[in-house]
């Protein structure tokens, strides 16, 4: 998970945080001062241009979806449904 407004996992509860390190997940936080930075401030363009605080990438670089950072939690339980054969 990526976001350029804070760590994803932050909103995650202990029970979604679990699943998410069980997939080997990595969230991460880019920015101009961020742990991972943004130096020329492409992600905050595209981020702002999409309208969207968090997104959920796969393995093959897709994007499985997006948030606001507050649907973070959503968001996962989406990919959890989807990788169960739930995706409704």
Do not use: C, H, K
Not at 42 to 51: D, I
């Amino acid at each position: 998970m990526l976001s350029t407004s804070q760590d994803p996992a932050a909103q995650l509860d202990a029970e979604a945080g679990a699943f998410w390190e069980s997939l080997g997940g990595i969230s991460v936080q880019i920015g101009p001062d961020g742990p991972v930075r943004d130096l020329d401030g492409s992600y905050a363009r595209w981020f702002g241009a999409a309208g969207v605080d968090v997104v959920l990438q796969r393995p093959d670089f897709y994007l499985f979806g997006s948030s606001p950072i507050e649907g973070t939690g959503e968001l996962l339980s989406r990919l959890r449904r989807a990788l169960a054969g739930n995706a409704a």
